[in-house]
C-alpha cells in the first residue's frame, strides 16, 4: 500500500462519514415542565390559561410566566419554568445534577416517552399535584427541518454523533434526530452536558454519521 | 479503486487511529481543595496536621477527614472535602455547576496551572482565608503508568480523544495525558462530565489517538 493509496482512502473514508455536515446552533435546556390539563387545572385553578411570556426557537413553544416547584424525598427546585402549549401528559425534564437534589432517579428518555419513570410533587403555592410518572432526564437530541435532514443525509429517529466545539470539546454519542416540518434546526442539551463540553450561547454542533 | 483497497485501508486507518488502545477505569472527581502550609495554619491553627481518612486511587494522595466551606458572591459550598499531601499552593477544584452556585467564573485548567485564576474565600468554622487565586475546574485528564502509556502509545502532555461507554456514551475531546512512575492508570472528569456520559462506577474508558 504507498502513501497515495492511503490519502485517497482517508479522504474516501472521511468523505463517508458525512464529515461535510452543514452545523448548526446547540441550545441548553433548563429544567422545565409540561403539563396536561388536568394539572393546570389542580395547580391554577379550573381552566386556568397559562400566560405565554417568551418564544422559544421550536415554533409554537414558549414559556410561561407561571413557575413551579419540584419536590422530591431529598429537596426542593424552586422557580421552575413551564413550557406551552398544554400537552397530553404532564412531563419534567430535569439535569441529573437536578434529580440528585431531588433525591430520585430519573431515566434518560426521548420526550413523550414516559411509561415507567418516576413521578414527582408539583406545587404552586399551597396546591400541589402528585404526578405518578413523567420525570426525566431527556435525551439529546437535534430538532430538524426536512430540508436540513435531507442535506445531512439523516432521517426521522437516526442515531448520529455530534461533535460540539465549545469551550471543552467533545463529541456526543447517541444522539437522536427528530424530523418535523414544524421544527427548527437546532440541538438541544442539559445543563450537564453544557458544563461538560464548555457551552456558550452560540455553540454549534456537527453531525458525524455513525455508518459509513 | 476497488473494494478491496477500501477495505484494506479502513483496516489500515482504523489501526493508526489506535482503535486497540487498552481501556482503563474512569473516576469522577467531587469538588475538593487542596491546600498549603499557610492555609492549613489559618484555618486549622498553627502546625495543625490533617487527618488522613481514606486513601485514594492515585498512590500517595488521599481524602482528610476535615471539611471547610467555600463561600463565593452568590451562594457557600459547605462540607468540601480536603485532599491530601500538602502542597506548595492551595487549589480549589470545582464543577461549572459548583462556579455557577458560588457565583464566580472559574477557568478550565490544569492542576497546578492556577496563575490568574479567581480566588475564592475559605471557611472552618469562623476562621476564614481569602484566596486570590486556585479556583479551577479541572481539565479532564488520565493518569497513566509508564507501562500503559507505552502500551497505548502516548505521552506526558498529549492530547487525546476518550470513549466513554456510560449509559449516554461521547467521546471526550481535548483530554491530557498525565504520565509518571507514581500514577496509577485511571481518568479522573467531573461531575458535570460525569453526568453527562451517564457515569457509573466502574465505567471505562479508551483513548482514541488524534493523530494519524
Redesign the interface.
Known amino acids: ?1 504507498n502513501d497515495l ?2 490519502t ?3 479522504k ?2 472521511v468523505s463517508r462519514l458525512g464529515a461535510k455536515s452543514s452545523d448548526f446552533e446547540v441550545e441548553a435546556s433548563g429544567r422545565h415542565v409540561h403539563l396536561d390539563r388536568p394539572t393546570i387545572d389542580a395547580l391554577f385553578g379550573e381552566g386556568y390559561q397559562l400566560t405565554k411570556a417568551k418564544d422559544l426557537s421550536q415554533p409554537g413553544q414558549y414559556a410561561c410566566k407561571e413557575r413551579i416547584s419540584l419536590v422530591g424525598p431529598k429537596g426542593v427546585l424552586r422557580n421552575v419554568i413551564i413550557l406551552g402549549p398544554e400537552r397530553n401528559a404532564a412531563q419534567v425534564e430535569v ?3 437536578d434529580a440528585m437534589v431531588l433525591g430520585t432517579k430519573a431515566p ?1 428518555r426521548e420526550s413523550g416517552d414516559i411509561t415507567g419513570t418516576p413521578g414527582v410533587l408539583l406545587m404552586n403555592g399551597a396546591k400541589a399535584v402528585q404526578l405518578d410518572k413523567g420525570l426525566i432526564v431527556a ?2 437530541h437535534v430538532h430538524m427541518t426536512e430540508e436540513d435532514a435531507a442535506a445531512n443525509n439523516v432521517v426521522q429517529g437516526e442515531i448520529v ?1 455530534v ?1 460540539v466545539e465549545g ?8 444522539v437522536v434526530i427528530r424530523v418535523n416540518p414544524k421544527f427548527a434546526t437546532f440541538m438541544h442539551i442539559d ?3 453544557a ?4 457551552f456558550v450561547k452560540g455553540t454549534r454542533g456537527t453531525i458525524i454519521k455513525k455508518t ?1
Open positions: 500500500m493509496d492511503v485517497a482512502l482517508v474516501e473514508v439535569s441529573a445534577t434518560v435525551k439529546r454523533q461533535r469551550q471543552r470539546p467533545l463529541i456526543f454519542d447517541d445543563y450537564d452536558e458544563n461538560a463540553c464548555g459509513v
